[in-house]
Structures are given as structure tokens and as C-alpha cells.
């Protein structure tokens, strides 16, 4: 099944793609490589979720969060290629989680992004390399930031 059939399936809402909020790019394409830049768990209302994981967030939140991160990555790549069936795979993730310096389940928060990447794109084209770490801070507050590199087709 395709990507964007999949979306439809799973009946998921993506938020307008974000705009960038410094001097930078949402995503920058390399040959057939899509460097998607930060980006947060933005909302379809334009808002974000924000709070630490450990301490205003539990686990299932920081996975939430994760997870509508996920979607306004798909949005991004949407933006950027046209269509999400132009996605050959997720080659490497890179998920920061807004935490206490106790917290230490953030490769747990990430599997909020990785599982939504698994079911869009399939088990194989949708799980790629991947890093989790937590952060003392993350701007506005958010709860998760995420980057990742995209194999693409044209």
C-alpha cells in the first residue's frame, strides 16, 4: 500500500507544514537525499505540545508528542516532494527529548515517531538508523524535536 494511501487509512490529520523560525530551511535536498531540519510536535491548530518529559509529561505524553512530531515531518516531506510515495525510505533519525536528568526512557519517547514511520512507509522502508537523547531545554518548550534524512524517488 502507498504512503499516502496509508495516511488515509489510518485517517491521520497533518498540520500545514511548518515555516521556519530562524535563518535555515525546513528541508534541503542532496541527490536523492532529503535532510529534513528540526522540527517539533506540531498541531493542526498551529499550536505545539510543550513540557518535559520526567516531569509535566509522562512517558505516553512524550510518545504523543513524538509521534505528532512524526506528523509534521510527514507534512514537510509532503511540502517538499509532492507526494509522500516519492519516500523510498527513512535512512537516520535524530530524536531530542525535553527531559529531567533523571529521565532516561528517551529511546522510548522516539518509538512515538518511529512507530508512525514504520506505519506510513512499512517495517522495512520506515525504520532507518536512529539516535535518542535528552535535552535540559528545547526552544518554546517543546516537548520533542526531531530531524531525519529521507531516500527519495522522483
Known amino acids: 500500500m502507498s504512503a499516502e494511501a496509508k495516511i488515509k487509512e489510518l485517517n491521520l490529520e497533518l498540520p500545514n507544514a511548518p515555516k521556519p523560525i530562524g535563518t535555515y530551511k525546513p528541508a ?13 510536535p506540531l498541531k493542526s491548530d498551529g499550536t505545539s505540545i510543550k513540557g518535559r518529559v520526567g516531569d509535566d509529561l509522562d512517558l505516553a505524553a512524550g510518545q ?5 512530531t512524526g506528523l509534521a515531518i510527514l ?9 509522500l510515495d516519492k519516500v523510498v525510505r527513512l ?11 533523571d529521565f532516561n526512557d528517551h529511546p522510548k519517547v522516539i518509538n512515538g515517531y518511529s512507530n508512525l514511520m514504520a506505519e506510513v512507509f512499512g517495517a522495512d522502508a520506515g525504520v532507518g538508523a536512529r539516535s535518542a537523547v535528552g535535552m535540559g531545554s528545547l526552544p518554546g518548550q517543546i516537548a520533542v524535536e526531531i530531524e ?5 524517488k522522483d
Open 148 to 152: 531525519a534524512i529521507f531516500e527519495f
Open 91 to 101: 535512512v537516520k533519525t535524530l530524536g531530542m527529548v525535553n527531559s529531567t536528568a
Open 64 to 68: 504523543a508528542a513524538a509521534r505528532q
Open 75 to 83: 507534512a514537510t516531506l509532503r511540502d517538499h516532494l509532492g507526494s
Open 28 to 40: 534541503v535536498r542532496a541527490g536523492n537525499l532529503l535532510y529534513v531540519s528540526g522540527h517539533g
